[in-house]
């Protein structure tokens, strides 16, 4: 995801502003280094001059970065900050290194002579005061907006100060040393400095390449992947978090997460868990650095749950061989236990073809648990067809009544409403009240209202019994459809 124009545009400015006042810096430390001859003033020139470079480099590293993915960069540009701060730790240190060659050959050999006139103090106070500006607003975007190099300039800028610092306090002792003649010795405090700001300056690219080198080796940042794997170990349905990698890119983390769930959930629950898993990895690496994007990958893997029953496990492996298991029944018998149920299968099978299927589901099932000792299907044909139907309720108003009558005495008074016969289309005999020989076969919805607490299975138990009482009444009736419902609220 890349940032809004306005969040571009600033990071842009900021880099810029940057680049405007390395260049005023070096420009006015060269000036009065010149004219006083001072080694430390010299070093803060050339220090001054590679953030200039480094400036221009972070101005390119930030327009680059922002960047959308493309086909040849399928994780975006944001490493383009990693690599322009690396390249900016380079040429601190070989600035460094450079500072304190020329600072070991004045104090060996007394070369150059320092000037320690009120221009060279004035230059040092307006670098600080530019500094910490920068520093300050450079810092303010960076953590702003997630950018590292402008982090990596902001870091510049502050370890400027120090060494501006101590180039006045070298620049000090060599002005008080020529009015108040102490030992000569003290003359050479300015080269002293230097070695100072080149401490400094050493210090600061190696902590900077560290950085930049974990981020270009995608080195994982901190313990942000064992954060994210104690917190999605707590989530329900994940049994295990198998591996957590994490790296950054620039102002963005890329987070892989393997987790395996129980095999029995269905495509939406694993998807639903999935988008648990990408929020709550989201939501830590947020806590671990607010400003980041995050991009996370899940992958879910199947595994038997120990919560997994018995019903749970026929499901399963009737998913598996491609068919549909429902009304499951299993009992314990002599410590062992045996299944019964339907299984569902393509109406076009013949019988061969469907018995080899439920067989190797049986097969399938004991094999997978050993408590099993035997499994018996029932092998069903669901009719996917649409019947065409027509509803004679209000034609057999005995009937619908006597029903309900049926359904109350095993419901509750009041229990049956909203009743629904229907027949074919085609011409049959009209009858009333209780079914006949010559009654027309009839297909039945009816609702029944029971207790909202009672358990379902006793609710089903009680809808099995309205369905048999019903049936023994109309031999007539084709399906019959109990709906069970609680009552409604009262409306107040």
Known sequence: MSLSKSAQREKTLAAMSSVMAAIGLTGLKILVAVLTGSLGIMAEAAHSGLDLVAALMTFFAVRVADRPADANHNYGHAKVENLSAFLEALLLLGT?????????????????????????????????????????????????????????????????????????????????????????????ADAIAAFGVSGIVIWVSLQLARETIDALLDHSPGALATQIKQRLTRLDDVIEVRRVRVRRAGNRCFADVIISAPRTLTFEQIHHLSDLVEGETTDEAHTFSAVDDIDVVVHVEPVTSPKETVTDQIHY????????????????????????????????????????????????????????????????????????????TIQYPEMAARMCRIADGIAGAGSAHDIHLYRPHRLVAEVGGHGTKGAPELDLVLHAIFDAHAPLSQVHIDAEKIKRALRRSYPNLNTVVIHTEPPEDPIC
């Open 317 to 392: 492996q009737a998913e598996r061989h491609g068919v549909h298991a429902h009304d499951i029944h299993v009992r314990e018998v002599a410590g062992k236990l045996e299944a019964d149920f339907d299984v569902e299968v393509h109406a076009d099978m013949n019988l061969e073809q469907a018995h080899t299927i439920a067989t190797q589901l049986e097969q399938a099932l004991l094999q997978n648990n050993r408590q099993l000792r035997r499994v018996t299907t029932h092998l069903e044909a669901p009719d996917e067809n649409i019947v065409q139907r027509q509803d004679v």
């Open 96 to 188: 460094a290194i450079w500072v304190i060659i020329e600072a070991s050959r004045r104090l060996l050999y007394h070369e150059g002579h320092v000037d320690a006139s009120i221009w060279a103090f004035v230059v040092m106070l307006i670098s600080i005061a530019v500094d910490v500006t920068r520093s300050r607003v450079l810092l303010r975007v960076a953590r702003k907006l997630g950018s590292q190099a402008l982090e990596a300039d902001a870091l510049h800028f502050s370890t400027d100060v120090w060494s501006s610092a101590v180039v006045i306090f070298g620049l000090l002792v060599v002005y008080l040393t020529n009015l108040f003649h102490w030992p000569a010795w003290l003359a050479q």
